[in-house]
Nanobody, 117 residues
Framework: QVQLVESGGGVVHAGGSLRLSCAVR????????LSWYRKTPGKEHDVVAT????????NYADSVRGRFTISRDNAKNMVYLQMNMLKPEDTAMYFC??????????WGEGTQVTVSS
């Protein structure tokens, strides 16, 4: 059974930090890139950050580059997103999944991040 379980969201003031975690179970992990996505009401999932299977390369959306850091622990089947210098526009539901084009349809419940100004 595929499980993507995100955690670590919360409410923070602008300029604050949060660290998101995602436990990945039931799907092949090591060979695939993993991504963090975020979604606001009425919009699709937007990719925020992607990390390769061996952590050798990372990519970030322009809006978060320099503030967010993605990492993974293949031994624990975990992926993380360290978010610093948060802005109100970062407010969204955050999800993890494989990186495109390997996205699996069974999204997790996500974790809500709310940044107050």
């Amino acid at each position: 059974q595929v499980q993507l379980v995100e955690s670590g969201g919360g409410v923070v003031h602008a300029g604050g930090s949060l660290r998101l975690s995602c436990a990945v179970r039931g799907i092949a992990f090591i060979a695939f890139p993993l991504s963090w996505y975020r979604k606001t009401p009425g919009k699709e999932h937007d990719v925020v950050a992607t990390i390769s299977g061996n952590s050798a390369s990372t990519n970030y959306a322009d809006s978060v580059r320099g503030r967010f850091t993605i990492s993974r622990d293949n031994a624990k089947n975990m992926v993380y997103l360290q978010m610093n210098m948060l802005k109100p526009e970062d407010t969204a539901m955050y999800f993890c999944n494989r990186g495109a084009p390997y996205i699996i349809p069974a999204w997790g419940e996500g974790t809500q991040v709310t940044v107050s100004s």
